[in-house]
């Protein structure tokens, strides 16, 4: 089967979009984990007075995650998928929150934000460090950025785990759905190609952002995804 480009991933997150909820509800620890992610972004007060970029925000998902620990505050979301987008701005949202379609790398929305949520982004960038420059260059000094993401690079047992459950359940649940599986064999292969966690954080600090750590999920995610945090 042919590898699906970098390039050409938006379109194909477009024709998955109609199932995609469905799939990603059947991983107990899907939304859970977005929302504990969101908690490292430092929200005061509900978020009261405070602005946040949603980037990469598919059909909401990450955009709950994020309203539940600021609900208070102004969320701008953004995706370069117009079926994902579509699926998002169906939902019930409060008159806070704004939808933005636009690629990560020509990102037309204008700071400072207080934080910057990254759910599943950074691995399907073509040249993630401009874009990574561009976002910190978005917040206000000491504001977070805070990437959700795979990263299995590090441990073989992470390794096999991912190539496992891909197979077993992702990629044949997602051709079912989707009537395409070329979506899902690129997850699998896109996560094993993308950095370690040692290796986001060394980018991360060598974009300029500080205090950059790493926190592992739980559940069977654990050592598979992970919450990346760096200030501005």
């Known amino acids: ?25 059947a991983n107990p620890d899907y939304h859970r984990e977005l929302r504990r992610s969101a908690t490292a972004l430092g929200v005061r007060d509900g978020g009261r007075g405070q602005r946040f970029l949603d980037l990469g925000c598919g059909t909401g998902a ?32 409060p008159d806070t929150v704004t939808f933005v379609h ?11 934000f207080d934080g910057v949520f990254a759910a599943y982004l950074v691995r399907n960038l073509e040249q993630p460090d401009p874009v990574l420059d561009a976002v910190r260059g978005l917040l206000k000094p000491g504001g977070r950025f805070v990437a959700h993401e795979y990263s299995v690079r590090d441990s073989w047992a992470a390794t096999a785990l991912w190539t496992f459950v891909c197979w077993a359940v992702i990629i044949p649940s997602g051709a079912l759905v ?18 370690g966690a040692s290796a986001l954080r ?10 950059v750590r790493a926190l592992p999920a739980a559940g069977w995610q654990r050592g598979i995804v992970h919450t990346f945090v760096g200030k501005a």
């Open 178 to 195: 989707t009537r395409s599986p070329k979506l899902y064999t690129y997850l699998w292969r896109s996560v094993l190609d993308f950095d």
């Open 202 to 211: 060394d980018r991360l600090r060598r974009i300029g952002f500080t205090g």
């Open 1 to 25: 089967m042919a590898r699906l480009a970098v390039g050409a991933v938006p379109g194909a997150f477009d024709e998955a979009a109609s199932g995609y909820d469905l799939l990603v509800g």
């Open 62 to 93: 990450s955009t709950a995650a994020l309203l539940a620990a600021a609900p208070h505050a102004e969320v701008v979301a953004v995706d370069a998928s117009a079926g994902m987008l579509d699926r998002a701005r169906r939902k019930p949202w």
């Open 102 to 112: 636009a690629r990560a790398e020509d990102l037309a929305v204008h700071g400072p």
